[in-house]
């Protein structure tokens, strides 16, 4: 059974584009529309030689009803079910009540966690993901996932821990 890696975070931040990037391939769905995702979707993926399975999610939220708890509630399973967790922050948003939210469900859960600032495409927005040392989960990781800038590094990191 190979190790297991979440991604998780809010609706639209990048994470079925990250799934996607890791990939190399365009499996997971992409839409400009938040929460397409809707439920737990997994992937074989490989980076450095080590095999795992990568597992998208639909966006987390606290205050989800509905449909968007039902994705919210899968989003925790994912977490449970993980060895590593990649939170995805939007780092052009910044941190949001929700992002903060999924922080608090991330440290309940005990599992190890690298943090994803996605969206940093260009040097302009450096400072932006620097600003999410703020959440207290260690190094961001600035990433764009739309154009790879950053992913090697991040999947680095993700492999020493699983
Ligand atoms: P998810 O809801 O978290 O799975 O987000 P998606 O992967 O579906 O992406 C939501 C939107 O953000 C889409 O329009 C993506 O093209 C866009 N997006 C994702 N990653 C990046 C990125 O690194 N840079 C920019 N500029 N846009 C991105
Ligand atoms: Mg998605």
């Known amino acids: 059974l190979l190790p297991v890696v979440a991604i998780v975070g809010r609706p639209n931040v990048g994470k079925s584009t990250l799934v996607n990037r890791i990939l190399r391939r365009r499996e997971a769905v992409v839409e400009d529309v938040p929460g397409v995702t809707r439920d737990r979707v997994s992937y ?10 990568i597992v998208d999610t639909g966006g987390w939220s606290i205050d989800a009803t509905g449909i968007h708890l039902r994705v ?18 939007d780092a052009k948003v910044g941190a949001t009540d929700d992002d903060e939210a999924v922080v608090r469900m991330l440290r309940r859960s005990g599992k190890p966690v690298v943090l994803v600032a996605n969206k940093v495409d260009d040097d302009r927005f450096e400072a932006d993901a620097m600003a999410l040392w703020n959440l207290g989960l260690g190094e961001p990781y600035a990433v764009s996932a739309l154009h790879g800038r950053g992913s090697g590094d991040v999947l680095d990191r993700v492999v020493e821990l699983l």
Request: hydrophobic letters at 60%.
């Open 44 to 53: 074989e993926a490989e980076w450095a030689g080590r095999r795992f399975t």
């Open 72 to 89: 919210a509630e899968q989003a925790e399973v994912a977490v449970d079910l993980a060895d590593v967790v990649m939170f995805v922050v």
